[in-house]
């Protein structure tokens, strides 16, 4: 079964400029969550889409933060314009349904350095 | 108060032995635990839930005390691959929350 596929793994851009990532959740996954973990923190929520709707997006700064799941698919998660305080690994998550205590699959993350 | 608090470590410990540690949380209506594992650079990954008796999966043991708000994990005869972060999850309200992680390192 494949996994969770994030891109791209790595990215280093500066200050005010924009960058975006890109997920794709296991096949027939319904919810679809996008993670902040800074350095030596645990994750934090930034959204959580059910098909191509938003559950939750109360973490997300809304001013310089955007995603998308058009077609109840793959995500794009979108910074515009970073900030320092950014730098951090962006994780994307799914899970079948979304139920409460269903496990969490998550991709490899795309690790952002802001300069 | 963070919602969900745990001791950093390093926990150091040598093959074979049993470490514990515990994962502390503010919400006294919270509904439902786990651990999860990451491997340093990687991603999380589901370790085990943690239910109201407490529950063994092999080497690991997880316990919840309501009473006092915390749960723990306790690895017995330690391996070298068990050396990651342990990450406590909360679930208050259907929203996931995450603690810092506990590292634990395993040495030969």
């Known amino acids: 079964e494949a996994g969770v596929a994030q891109s791209p793994r790595y990215k280093i851009i500066e200050k005010r400029q924009s960058v975006a990532f890109w997920c794709n959740p296991i096949?027939?996954?319904?919810?679809l969550y996008w993670y902040q973990q800074i350095l030596g923190q645990g994750p934090k929520l930034l959204i959580q889409f059910q098909n191509n709707g938003v559950v939750d997006d109360s973490q997300l700064p809304k001013d310089r933060f955007s995603a998308e799941r058009l077609k109840g698919v793959d995500s794009t998660l979108k910074i515009q314009p970073a900030k320092l305080e950014d730098s951090a690994v962006y994780l994307c998550?799914?899970?079948?349904?979304?139920?409460?205590?269903?496990?969490?699959?998550f991709g490899s993350g795309t690790q952002l350095s802001v300069l | 108060r963070k919602e969900v608090e745990q001791d950093p470590g390093p926990f150091n410990v040598p093959e074979g032995a049993t470490v514990a540690f515990n994962c502390t949380y503010s919400n006294s209506a919270s509904q439902s635990f786990f651990w999860y594992r990451q491997d340093c650079r990687k991603e999380p990954k589901l370790l085990m839930s943690v239910y109201s008796s407490g529950n063994e999966d092999g080497r690991f043991t997880a316990q919840l005390n309501r009473a006092s708000q915390y749960i723990s994990l306790l690895i017995r005869d330690s391996k070298l691959s068990d050396s990651a972060t342990y990450l406590c999850?909360?679930?208050?309200?259907?929203?996931?929350?995450f603690g810092a992680g506990t590292t634990v390192t395993v040495r030969a």
């Open positions: 999850v909360v679930n208050n309200d259907y929203k996931l929350s």
């Open positions: 096949s027939g996954h319904a919810t």
């Open positions: 998550a799914s899970s079948s349904t979304g139920t409460v205590g269903e496990k969490l699959f």
